[in-house]
C-alpha cells in the first residue's frame, strides 16, 4: 500500500487534544454569541423607532380622521343647501313662499 495517497502535512503536531477543541469551540461560541447580542441591540433599537414612528403616525391619523369627518359633513350641508336652491329655482311656489310643497 502506497502511504503517499493522503497529504499529512498539517497534522506534523499530531491532532488536537480534547481540551484544546473544547477551547477552540468555546472561542467560536463565544464570538457568536458577541455577534448575536449586537444583532439583537440594534433589532431592538429598530423596533423602539418602529414603536415611536406608529405612535406618531397613529396620532396623525386620528386627526385626520377628525378633519375628513367635518368635511364629510360640510359637503353634506353644502349639498342639502344646494339641493333646495335648485327646488326653489324649480318650483315658482316653493321659492315665492320659501316652503316647501306638500306632497300628493
Known amino acids: 500500500m502506497n502511504d503517499d495517497l493522503i497529504d499529512d502535512t498539517g497534522f506534523d503536531m499530531g491532532l488536537p487534544s480534547p481540551l484544546e ?6 472561542l467560536l461560541l463565544h464570538s457568536e454569541l458577541r455577534d448575536v447580542w449586537a444583532e439583537l441591540r440594534r433589532s431592538r433599537r429598530n423596533v423602539a423607532r418602529l414603536v415611536q414612528m406608529n405612535s406618531l403616525l397613529a396620532d396623525d391619523l386620528g386627526k385626520l380622521r377628525v378633519e375628513h369627518s367635518k368635511v364629510v359633513w360640510e359637503l353634506s350641508d353644502i349639498y342639502i343647501k344646494a339641493s333646495q336652491d335648485a327646488a326653489k329655482r324649480c318650483n315658482a311656489y316653493a321659492g315665492a ?7 300628493k
Open 97 to 103: 313662499y320659501d316652503r316647501p310643497i306638500a306632497p
Open 21 to 26: 477543541m473544547t477551547r477552540q469551540e468555546c
